[in-house]
């Protein structure tokens, strides 16, 4: 079983910056896909983000130019670093993870709010 523990989420004003983080621990996983999806309210949860293994990434039209994934492989971590936050970013991010045979696993979410 894998955990996924996000941290980073809070309060930004329009224009500001947020940076989430996702640490992955467990036995025995390997890791083929991370990434974020986020769900705002009266909405349906959606990609934010994502990177392969091999350091492909995907991002929503709506966050290209602002926000950025990275992985540090050798600390199982995932980053997202947003950037000119709007308020429409307002959502419970949530952290996603394929293993190595194609289960997915999720974390319980972080709150971003954007607002002056």
Known sequence: QVQLVE?????????????LSCAASGSRFTINTMGWYRQAPGKERELVARISIIGSTTYADSVKGRF?????????????QMNNLAPEDTAVYYCWLV??????????????????
């Not at 293993?99 to 002056?116: I, M, N, Y």
């Open 7 to 19: 941290s980073g989420g809070g309060l930004a004003q329009p224009g500001g910056s947020l940076r």
């Open 68 to 80: 950025t994934i990275s992985r540090d492989s050798g600390k199982n971590t995932v980053y997202l």
């Open 99 to 116: 293993d190595g045979v194609g289960s997915s696993q999720w974390g319980k979410g972080t709150l971003v709010t954007v607002s002056s």
